[in-house]
Protein backbone atom coordinates (compact mmCIF):
# COMPACT_ATOMS: atom_id res chain seq x y z
CA UNK A 1 0.00 0.00 0.00
CA UNK A 2 2.51 2.33 1.07
CA UNK A 3 4.45 1.89 -2.46
CA UNK A 4 0.99 2.72 -4.21
CA UNK A 5 0.56 6.09 -2.64
CA UNK A 6 4.05 6.57 -3.31
CA UNK A 7 3.05 5.74 -7.08
CA UNK A 8 0.17 7.95 -6.97
CA UNK A 9 2.14 11.16 -5.53
CA UNK A 10 4.98 11.00 -8.26
CA UNK A 11 2.56 10.85 -11.19
CA UNK A 12 0.44 13.05 -9.78
CA UNK A 13 3.47 15.76 -9.38
CA UNK A 14 4.64 14.58 -13.21
CA UNK A 15 1.18 15.02 -14.63
CA UNK A 16 0.39 18.86 -13.15
CA UNK A 17 4.00 19.92 -11.74
CA UNK A 18 4.14 23.53 -10.61
CA UNK A 19 -0.25 23.63 -11.92
CA UNK A 20 -0.84 21.88 -8.58
CA UNK A 21 1.35 24.07 -6.63
CA UNK A 22 -0.66 26.91 -7.84
CA UNK A 23 -4.15 25.68 -6.38
CA UNK A 24 -6.29 26.11 -3.59
CA UNK A 25 -6.56 22.95 -1.15
CA UNK A 26 -10.54 22.53 0.78
CA UNK A 27 -10.30 20.38 3.55
CA UNK A 28 -13.06 17.70 4.05
CA UNK A 29 -14.37 16.15 7.11
CA UNK A 30 -16.95 13.54 5.47
CA UNK A 31 -19.74 11.19 7.43
CA UNK A 32 -22.40 8.39 6.43
CA UNK A 33 -24.09 5.76 6.23
CA UNK A 34 -23.14 2.42 3.52
CA UNK A 35 -25.52 0.41 2.40
CA UNK A 36 -23.53 -2.67 1.04
CA UNK A 37 -23.89 -6.08 0.27
CA UNK A 38 -21.23 -9.22 -1.08
CA UNK A 39 -22.10 -10.31 -4.75
CA UNK A 40 -21.98 -14.04 -5.00
CA UNK A 41 -23.23 -14.94 -1.41
CA UNK A 42 -26.66 -15.60 -2.50
CA UNK A 43 -27.77 -13.06 -0.11
CA UNK A 44 -29.05 -10.73 -2.46
CA UNK A 45 -30.14 -6.74 -1.61
CA UNK A 46 -28.28 -4.18 0.16
CA UNK A 47 -29.23 -4.76 3.80
CA UNK A 48 -25.73 -4.19 5.73
CA UNK A 49 -25.53 -0.67 7.32
CA UNK A 50 -21.90 0.67 8.01
CA UNK A 51 -19.91 3.71 8.95
CA UNK A 52 -18.55 5.58 6.14
CA UNK A 53 -16.33 8.53 7.76
CA UNK A 54 -12.90 10.24 7.88
CA UNK A 55 -11.35 13.41 5.87
CA UNK A 56 -10.68 14.54 2.45
CA UNK A 57 -8.54 17.47 0.22
CA UNK A 58 -9.78 18.93 -2.69
CA UNK A 59 -8.26 21.17 -5.21
CA UNK A 60 -9.63 22.82 -8.11
CA UNK A 61 -7.48 22.33 -11.80
CA UNK A 62 -10.17 24.05 -14.32
CA UNK A 63 -13.03 25.91 -14.00
CA UNK A 64 -15.13 22.60 -13.93
CA UNK A 65 -12.68 19.83 -13.09
CA UNK A 66 -11.56 18.79 -9.66
CA UNK A 67 -9.39 15.93 -7.75
CA UNK A 68 -9.97 14.97 -4.31
CA UNK A 69 -8.53 12.46 -2.13
CA UNK A 70 -9.59 10.51 1.14
CA UNK A 71 -8.92 8.68 3.71
CA UNK A 72 -11.46 6.97 4.98
CA UNK A 73 -13.09 3.96 7.68
CA UNK A 74 -15.62 2.16 5.60
CA UNK A 75 -17.86 -1.10 6.98
CA UNK A 76 -19.25 -3.50 4.33
CA UNK A 77 -20.33 -6.48 4.67
CA UNK A 78 -23.89 -8.73 4.05
CA UNK A 79 -26.80 -9.74 5.95
CA UNK A 80 -30.02 -11.46 5.80
CA UNK A 81 -32.95 -11.92 8.28
CA UNK A 82 -35.74 -14.42 7.49
CA UNK A 83 -34.82 -17.41 5.66
CA UNK A 84 -31.22 -17.17 7.33
CA UNK A 85 -29.99 -15.15 10.22
CA UNK A 86 -26.51 -13.78 9.59
CA UNK A 87 -24.29 -10.93 9.20
CA UNK A 88 -20.72 -10.09 7.57
CA UNK A 89 -18.84 -7.55 8.52
CA UNK A 90 -15.62 -6.22 6.91
CA UNK A 91 -14.04 -3.27 7.88
CA UNK A 92 -11.30 -1.53 6.02
CA UNK A 93 -9.31 1.78 5.66
CA UNK A 94 -9.79 3.32 2.44
CA UNK A 95 -8.31 5.74 0.24
CA UNK A 96 -10.22 6.92 -2.37
CA UNK A 97 -9.12 9.54 -5.48
CA UNK A 98 -11.75 10.66 -7.65
CA UNK A 99 -11.94 13.24 -10.48
CA UNK A 100 -15.03 15.72 -10.48
CA UNK A 101 -16.82 17.63 -13.06
CA UNK A 102 -19.19 20.25 -12.84
CA UNK A 103 -22.78 18.94 -14.43
CA UNK A 104 -24.86 22.22 -13.21
CA UNK A 105 -24.23 24.79 -11.19
CA UNK A 106 -22.96 23.37 -7.77
CA UNK A 107 -23.47 19.92 -8.64
CA UNK A 108 -20.46 17.81 -9.20
CA UNK A 109 -20.26 14.33 -11.12
CA UNK A 110 -17.33 12.00 -10.08
CA UNK A 111 -15.62 9.11 -11.03
CA UNK A 112 -12.29 7.30 -9.41
CA UNK A 113 -10.59 4.20 -8.03
CA UNK A 114 -10.47 3.38 -4.35
CA UNK A 115 -7.68 0.79 -2.38
CA UNK A 116 -9.29 -0.46 1.34
CA UNK A 117 -7.33 -2.43 3.12
CA UNK A 118 -9.00 -5.01 5.47
CA UNK A 119 -8.91 -3.97 8.96
CA UNK A 120 -10.89 -6.81 10.18
CA UNK A 121 -13.69 -9.18 9.48
CA UNK A 122 -16.32 -11.00 11.65
CA UNK A 123 -19.11 -13.26 11.10
CA UNK A 124 -22.48 -14.18 13.63
CA UNK A 125 -25.57 -16.05 12.26
CA UNK A 126 -27.89 -19.10 12.92
CA UNK A 127 -29.36 -20.90 10.42
CA UNK A 128 -26.12 -20.21 8.09
CA UNK A 129 -26.60 -20.21 4.19
CA UNK A 130 -25.54 -20.78 1.78
CA UNK A 131 -23.43 -24.21 2.92
CA UNK A 132 -20.25 -23.52 2.08
CA UNK A 133 -18.36 -26.67 0.08
CA UNK A 134 -14.81 -24.20 0.46
CA UNK A 135 -14.54 -20.85 1.21
CA UNK A 136 -11.14 -18.90 0.63
CA UNK A 137 -10.21 -16.27 3.83
CA UNK A 138 -11.04 -12.73 2.27
CA UNK A 139 -8.14 -10.74 0.96
CA UNK A 140 -6.58 -8.40 2.62
CA UNK A 141 -6.88 -5.45 -0.60
CA UNK A 142 -10.02 -4.22 -2.15
CA UNK A 143 -10.08 -2.46 -5.45
CA UNK A 144 -12.60 -0.44 -6.10
CA UNK A 145 -14.65 1.66 -8.70
CA UNK A 146 -16.39 4.74 -7.77
CA UNK A 147 -18.92 6.81 -9.76
CA UNK A 148 -20.34 10.14 -7.43
CA UNK A 149 -22.67 12.75 -7.25
CA UNK A 150 -22.59 16.01 -4.36
CA UNK A 151 -24.19 19.01 -4.33
CA UNK A 152 -24.53 21.74 -1.16
CA UNK A 153 -27.53 21.37 1.15
CA UNK A 154 -26.87 24.44 3.43
CA UNK A 155 -23.38 26.75 3.65
CA UNK A 156 -20.11 24.54 3.19
CA UNK A 157 -22.33 21.47 3.66
CA UNK A 158 -22.83 18.88 0.60
CA UNK A 159 -24.75 15.82 0.35
CA UNK A 160 -22.67 13.04 -1.65
CA UNK A 161 -24.10 9.94 -2.91
CA UNK A 162 -22.05 7.70 -3.90
CA UNK A 163 -21.41 3.87 -5.42
CA UNK A 164 -18.67 0.77 -5.41
CA UNK A 165 -18.03 -2.01 -6.88
CA UNK A 166 -14.93 -4.24 -6.58
CA UNK A 167 -12.76 -5.05 -9.32
CA UNK A 168 -11.39 -7.95 -8.17
CA UNK A 169 -12.83 -10.99 -6.05
CA UNK A 170 -12.51 -10.08 -2.42
CA UNK A 171 -12.63 -14.09 -2.08
CA UNK A 172 -13.47 -17.30 -3.99
CA UNK A 173 -16.31 -19.61 -2.54
CA UNK A 174 -18.21 -22.81 -3.34
CA UNK A 175 -21.50 -23.88 -2.41
CA UNK A 176 -24.96 -24.94 -3.24
CA UNK A 177 -27.31 -22.28 -4.10
CA UNK A 178 -30.93 -22.61 -3.31
CA UNK A 179 -32.13 -24.90 -6.24
CA UNK A 180 -29.15 -27.41 -5.16
CA UNK A 181 -27.07 -25.98 -8.29
CA UNK A 182 -23.19 -26.03 -7.30
CA UNK A 183 -21.49 -22.77 -7.79
CA UNK A 184 -17.71 -21.50 -7.82
CA UNK A 185 -17.91 -17.86 -7.81
CA UNK A 186 -15.46 -14.56 -6.90
CA UNK A 187 -17.30 -13.04 -4.73
CA UNK A 188 -17.21 -8.97 -4.15
CA UNK A 189 -18.26 -6.32 -2.59
CA UNK A 190 -20.54 -3.64 -3.44
CA UNK A 191 -21.55 -0.28 -1.69
CA UNK A 192 -24.28 2.35 -1.81
CA UNK A 193 -22.96 5.56 -0.06
CA UNK A 194 -24.96 8.40 1.61
CA UNK A 195 -23.00 11.26 3.09
CA UNK A 196 -22.46 14.50 4.54
CA UNK A 197 -19.06 16.45 3.62
CA UNK A 198 -17.98 20.06 5.77
CA UNK A 199 -15.75 21.64 3.71
CA UNK A 200 -13.33 23.63 5.45
CA UNK A 201 -12.20 26.56 3.95
CA UNK A 202 -14.94 26.71 0.72
CA UNK A 203 -14.61 30.55 0.77
CA UNK A 204 -11.30 30.51 -0.70
CA UNK A 205 -12.05 27.85 -2.94
CA UNK A 206 -14.40 29.62 -4.11
CA UNK A 207 -12.39 32.65 -4.69
CA UNK A 208 -9.62 30.49 -6.51
CA UNK A 209 -11.91 29.16 -8.86
CA UNK A 210 -13.14 33.13 -9.46
CA UNK A 211 -9.23 33.86 -10.36
CA UNK A 212 -8.99 30.57 -12.72
CA UNK A 213 -12.30 31.66 -14.33
CA UNK A 214 -11.42 35.51 -15.14
CA UNK A 215 -7.69 34.07 -16.60
CA UNK A 216 -9.23 31.74 -18.78
Not at 115 to 126: F, L
Not at 140 to 166: C, I, M
Not at 189 to 200: E, M
Amino acid sequence: MKRILQIILITGVVLFGNDLAAQTFKGEVIGGLNMSHIMGDDLNGYRRPGLNAGIGVLTQLTNKLSFSVETLYSMKGAQEKGYSDQVVTLSYLEAPMLLHYELDPNIFGGIGFSYGQMIGDKYTGTNIYPKYIRKEPYNTGDFNFLADVRFPVYEKLKFNFRFATSLLPIREVEFFDRDGIQKVIGQKNYTISFRLIYVINEKEGKKKRERIEDYQ
